[in-house]
């Protein structure tokens, strides 16, 4: 079904019993929403000091593997699980949390307000645009000034859920791309990468003409300049909040709970929005621990949604939250 507005948290407990949770639980995988999980985590402190919530941000593959190995309580992910990940089928629920624009950001002194078209940015990513002039990137920018300077690709070296998406944007969204859609990608040789999100930023703010794809958070972090994209609707927009907000609605949800906002219609939507998960286990050997996976994910679902946006983060529609309250309570009953 199609996902209505999006809205904050509400009094709704989700489920919970009242009576907190002592213990400790770990979680792992994607560094997509780590400034978010990090934020709720401290948060979460505060209201229940007796469950301590760890959160290792290494990756949406390595967090998958883990939490097939069972190295993990819960998992964060921001693409689905596929054959050999780690899960078994059945064995795990999707339970979305928030979600965020990946950011095409850029490192050019001198030009800003870059508008860059679908095929274009799918040429750059994989090396048939080599030069910042070239004249694909002049056509949608005529008031720039662009320099002969070669481009260099900064791209994620580990196996990661911000890869699938943007790579899935470009296969679904182009003509022009050819690599695939995966968590790894296998890159033009000239490129550069670094682990995680931070890794990807870092490389841009150090190599002038440097284009790389990061999370809001991580660019808004470090001051990155962002390119406007063209959606769906062929406008040029910005990777903001509002603008993932309004790719969120357009979404369709299927019945495990997962749903694509990439390239979504509506001529304010940012057409590389990207969900994030947490997988939760369908059976936990440790009641306690289920509890307090239970107790921290209803959080995330409820008060933690009001700190989203001030770590740069959408909120989950109110239909899409619910429904993922709903199925954390029927999951962990």
Same mark, same amino acid.
């Given at each position: 079904?199609?996902?209505?507005?999006?809205?904050?948290? *509400?009094?709704?407990?989700?489920?919970a019993d009242g009576e907190m949770v002592s213990g400790e639980i770990?979680?792992?995988?994607?560094?997509?929403?780590?400034?978010?999980?990090?934020?709720?985590?401290?948060?979460?402190?505060?209201v229940n000091p007796d469950l301590v919530v760890t959160y290792s941000a290494d990756g949406s593959s390595a967090g998958k593997e883990a939490f097939g190995q069972n190295l993990n309580d819960f998992a964060g992910t921001d693409s689905l699980v596929g054959d050999g990940d780690g899960p078994e089928p059945g064995s795990f629920q999707y339970i979305p949390t928030v979600a965020a624009p990946i950011t095409i950001?850029?490192?050019?002194?001198?030009?800003?307000?870059?508008?860059?078209?679908?095929?274009?940015?799918? #040429?750059?990513?994989?090396?048939?645009?080599?030069n910042w002039n070239d004249p694909a990137i002049a056509a949608t920018n005529a008031d720039a000034t662009l320099p002969d300077l070669p481009?260099?690709?900064?791209?994620?070296?580990?196996? *990661?859920?911000?890869?699938?998406?943007? *790579? %899935?944007?470009?296969?679904?969204?182009?003509?022009?791309?050819?690599?695939?859609?995966?968590?790894?990608?296998?890159?033009?040789?000239s490129s550069v990468g670094g682990e995680k999100n931070t890794g990807v930023a870092t490389i841009i703010t150090q190599t002038e003409g440097a284009i790389g794809y990061v999370d809001l958070a991580d660019a808004s972090e470090l001051g990155l300049v962002t390119a406007s994209i063209e959606n769906a609707d062929g406008q040029f927009v910005q990777p903001t909040l509002?603008?993932?907000?309004?790719?969120? /609605?357009?979404?369709?949800?299927?019945?495990?709970?997962?749903? #694509?906002?990439?390239? /979504?219609?509506?001529a304010e939507a940012y057409p590389i929005t990207a969900p994030t998960y947490i997988l939760i286990r369908t059976e936990y050997d440790d009641e306690n621990v289920a509890a307090g996976v239970k107790e921290f994910v209803n959080y995330l679902l409820t008060d933690g949604q009001d700190i989203a946006a001030e770590n740069n983060y959408a909120a989950l529609p109110d239909e899409l939250r619910q429904q993922?309250?709903?199925?954390? #309570?029927? %999951?962990i009953a």
């Open positions: 079904m199609s996902m209505a507005a999006c809205g904050g948290s *509400s009094d709704d407990e989700g489920g770990t979680g792992s995988g994607a560094s997509f929403p780590d400034a978010y999980y990090a934020a709720a985590i401290e948060a979460y402190a505060e950001s850029y490192n050019l002194p001198g030009v800003e307000g870059l508008q860059i078209d679908q095929e274009t940015l799918a #040429n750059i990513f994989q090396g048939t645009i080599t481009i260099t690709i900064a791209r994620r070296s580990d196996g *990661s859920g911000t890869t699938k998406n943007f *790579s %899935t944007f470009l296969d679904e969204a182009t003509d022009a791309w050819t690599l695939g859609a995966s968590d790894e990608i296998e890159w033009p040789a509002d603008a993932a907000t309004a790719a969120l /609605a357009g979404a369709e949800v299927a019945d495990d709970l997962s749903y #694509n906002p990439l390239d /979504a219609a509506g993922a309250i709903d199925a954390l #309570n029927e %999951t």
